[in-house]
T-cell receptor, first 114, second 112 residues
Framework: DADVTQTPRNRITKTGKRIMLECSQT?????MYWYRQDPGLGLRLIYY???????NKGEISDGYSVSRQAQAKFSLSLESAIPNQTALYFC?????????????FGPGTRLTVL | GNSVTQMEGPVTLSEEAFLTINCTYT??????LFWYVQYPGEGLQLLLK?????DKGSNKGFEATYRKETTSFHLEKGSVQVSDSAVYFC???????????FGRGTSLIVHP
C-alpha cells in the first residue's frame, strides 16, 4: 500500500463549488504539505503543518484553506472554486528536525474547474 | 531568500546519450540539496541528495555533486534509457524553516 494517499485522483467541478481534497499518510511523519503544480511553474506551496496544532500559509494560500484532523490526515479545501485553480495538487510529508529530510509525495489529484 | 534555477526543457536525447541537467542555487547558510524525479502520472520521488559541500549523491546511475564554490548541483547520467523519461526537479532545504525550495523542473525525453 502507498505511504501517502490522496483522494480523489481526478475531479471535475464547476466555478463556485466547494471542493475538498484529502490526504492520508502511514509514514508517521509530523510534517505535511500541500502543493500545486502548473506547467512551467514547478511546485508552489499552498499550506503546511508541522504538527496537529500547527497550520501555516505558503506562498499561494489565497482561495484555499486546510484542516489537520490528525497526525495522519491533512485536507485542502477550495471554498469557492475558480478556473485558475485548475492544476495538479500534491500532498507531501516529511520527518521533522533536520534539513536533510526529504519529502514523500502522494500520487496527486488532478482538479479541473469549469 | 532561497532560490533554485534549473535549465529549461525539454531536453531531448537518444538512448545511451550522456545527460546533464544544470541546477544552481542561492541560499543562506548550508543547505541540503536534492534531485526529485516525477514519472508520468505519478508524484515526485527522491532521486538523490547531498547534505554538505563536496558530497556526491548517486542513485540509479544518476550522480550530482554539491559544489559550494559554484553554488551548483548538476545532475548527470552517463547513458540514459527510455525509462528515464520524466520531469526532474532540483530542490534545496536550509536550516530554520526546513521548507523546501524547488526549481521549475526540467522535462527529459529519451528516444529509442
Amino acid at each position: 500500500d502507498a505511504d501517502v494517499t490522496q483522494t480523489p485522483r481526478n475531479r471535475i467541478t464547476k466555478t463556485g463549488k466547494r471542493i475538498m481534497l484529502e490526504c492520508s499518510q502511514t509514514k508517521g511523519h509530523d510534517r505535511m504539505y500541500w502543493y500545486r503544480q502548473d506547467p512551467g511553474l514547478g511546485l508552489r506551496l499552498i499550506y503546511y503543518s508541522f504538527d496537529v496544532k500547527d497550520i501555516n500559509k505558503g506562498e499561494i494560500s489565497d482561495g484555499y484553506s486546510v484542516s489537520r484532523q490528525a497526525q495522519a490526515k491533512f485536507s485542502l479545501s477550495l471554498e469557492s472554486a475558480i478556473p485558475n485553480q485548475t492544476a495538479l495538487y500534491f500532498c507531501a510529508t516529511s520527518e521533522s528536525g533536520q534539513n536533510y529530510n526529504e519529502q514523500f509525495f502522494g500520487p496527486g489529484t488532478r482538479l479541473t474547474v469549469l | 531568500g532561497n532560490s533554485v534555477t534549473q535549465m529549461e526543457g525539454p531536453v531531448t536525447l537518444s538512448e545511451e546519450a550522456f545527460l546533464t541537467i544544470n541546477c544552481t542555487y542561492t541560499a543562506t547558510g548550508y543547505p541540503s540539496l536534492f534531485w526529485y524525479v516525477q514519472y508520468p502520472g505519478e508524484g515526485l520521488q527522491l532521486l538523490l541528495k547531498a547534505t554538505k559541500a563536496d558530497d556526491k549523491g548517486s542513485n540509479k546511475g544518476f550522480e550530482a555533486t554539491y559544489r559550494k564554490e559554484t553554488t551548483s548541483f548538476h545532475l548527470e547520467k552517463g547513458s540514459v534509457q527510455v525509462s528515464d523519461s520524466a520531469v526532474y526537479f532540483c530542490a534545496l532545504q536550509s536550516g530554520g524553516s526546513y521548507i523546501p525550495t524547488f526549481g521549475r523542473g526540467t522535462s527529459l525525453i529519451v528516444h529509442p
